[in-house]
Structure formats: structure tokens, C-alpha cells
């Protein structure tokens, strides 16, 4: 028998389902709307807030050099991959790392 199907099992996940519900816990892995997700990684940050914040400061103070260079950023900051952003914009993923790589680091520099 499966044990995610077990009595026990159920019960307890109820019990959690239960007070998750209580706590106003959202599951971002059954979010369904169309709201863009910040990265998955914000390791550089202690927190998403940090993370937002960072966010803003970079794309209304960066100086990008190309318009599309803020288009590079804004989207990996929206969560794609540099290989998404490569093929949505029909660019070489390697240079999007670099011109991303780059802002990243000017941008972290200014929010110290």
C-alpha cells in the first residue's frame, strides 16, 4: 500500500492542511494566477523582501547601457532562465549570463 494513502497519513495531512489554512499559509506551488514569480534563488538576500526591494532599486537606478539589457534583467529577476530569456528574445544565452552577471553585481554594490 502506498503510505501517502495510509489513514494515518491522511489524517495528519488534514490536521496540517488544517492549520496551514488558519495561519493564511498560501502554497505558492498551487498558485494558479499569472502573477510572475520572483527567483527561486535569492541566495544574495536574507529574505523575498530583500529580494523586492533589490528588485525595484535595480531597474529604476541601474544605468543599462541597452534598453534591452533592462529587458535581460527585468526577466530574470521575474524568474526565467537565461536560457528562456535566450529563446523568448531570440539572443545568445552566454551573453545574457554576462550582461545579467554585470547588473547584478552593480546593483548589489548600490544597495549596501
Known amino acids: 500500500m502506498n503510505p501517502f494513502e495510509t489513514e494515518q497519513f491522511l489524517k495528519l495531512k488534514r490536521e496540517w492542511d ?29 529574505n523575498k523582501r530583500a529580494f523586492e526591494v533589490f528588485y525595484e532599486f535595480s531597474l529604476k537606478k541601474s544605468n543599462f547601457k541597452k534598453p534591452v539589457h533592462r529587458a535581460y534583467f527585468k526577466l530574470y529577476c521575474e524568474g526565467l532562465t537565461y536560457k528562456a530569456i535566450a529563446e523568448s528574445l531570440k539572443r545568445d544565452k552566454t551573453t545574457i549570463f554576462e550582461v545579467v552577471k554585470r547588473y547584478k553585481k552593480l546593483a548589489l554594490k548600490g544597495t549596501k
Open 18 to 46: 488544517k492549520k496551514l489554512k488558519e495561519s493564511g499559509f498560501k502554497d505558492i506551488e498551487s498558485d494558479t494566477s499569472k502573477t510572475p514569480r520572483l527567483k527561486k534563488n535569492t541566495s544574495d538576500f536574507e
